[in-house]
């Protein structure tokens, strides 16, 4: 079991950005891939940034050419930048080690408004 805290949220204006971080208890975080997820009020989690063990990275359709995943192994962390800032990208943030049914933490809220 490895815990993750997540930080970096905040209010933004549209077309801002964020940086978001998250932090894993155990380095051995570092030979699994990992996932951003966010969940808006209402709807089901998604998952909209994968990077793979060797940096390989996937996004959904939704944050494509926006968002931009990265880990750092050393510091064991996982980052999410954030550009181009849409309302509809307003949600609380979590990150996960994918596909090992780890809990989640307390995610960091990202609100985008005017």
């Known amino acids: 079991q490895v815990q993750f805290v997540e930080s970096g949220g905040g209010l933004v204006q549209p077309g801002g950005s964020l940086r978001l971080s998250c932090a894993a208890s155990?380095?051995?975080?570092?030979?699994?891939?990992m996932g951003w997820y966010r969940q808006a009020p209402g709807k089901q989690r998604e998952l909209v940034a994968t990077i793979t063990n060797v940096g390989r990275t996937i996004y959904a359709d939704s944050v494509k050419g926006r968002f931009t995943i990265s880990r750092d192994n050393a510091k064991r962390t996982v980052y999410l930048q954030m550009d181009s800032l849409k309302p509809e990208d307003t949600a609380v943030y979590y990150c996960?080690?994918?596909?090992?049914?780890?809990?989640w933490g307390q995610g960091t809220q990202v609100t985008v408004s005017s």
């Open positions: 996960n080690a994918i596909g090992t049914g780890w809990s």
């Open positions: 155990r380095s051995i975080f570092s030979i699994y891939s």
